[in-house]
């Protein structure tokens, strides 16, 4: 399973990168992609959309399933990546290119207390 260590994860199996200027790119990791299999569809949420930590925003949906997204931390929706959107295979591609949305976080606290690397390691181990 690939897990990058410079990201922050959700147990729900988002992950995070915050950038240089506060805003944070957020997608879905390997682990989701390999438990949806073939992505088909994307829906983004709307730019300027305000979202609780734990919010559905997002769907993916595959040959097998649809899987809501949910929002790492509390923020402002600011990009939407309409790439995924139009190819939607890009998700099984490479997870951690193909990022969703970016949102810029109401707290820096929020991001803080995400999952580590070894922590999500340990989270997608269970399931």
């Known amino acids: 399973m690939n897990i990058p260590q410079d990201l922050k994860y959700t147990a729900s199996h988002e992950w995070l990168r915050l950038g240089d200027d506060g805003v944070a790119t957020v997608g879905i990791t ?17 730019i300027g959309r305000k979202l609780k930590a734990g919010e559905e925003c997002a769907v993916v949906e595959s040959v097998k399933a649809a899987s809501d997204i949910y929002a790492p931390v509390a923020g402002e929706i600011v990009e939407v990546n309409q790439s995924v959107v139009d190819a939607p295979e890009s998700v099984n591609a490479d997870a951690y ?12 606290a929020d991001v803080a207390s995400l999952l ?12």
Request: hydrophobic fraction near 40%.
């Open 97 to 108: 290119a193909a990022w969703l949305y970016r949102i810029r976080p109401d707290s820096a």
């Open 116 to 127: 580590d690397a070894a922590g999500y390691q340990s989270e997608a181990n269970k399931a």
């Open 30 to 46: 390997d682990h989701a992609q390999e438990q949806l299999g073939d992505v088909v569809f994307v829906e983004l949420p709307e």
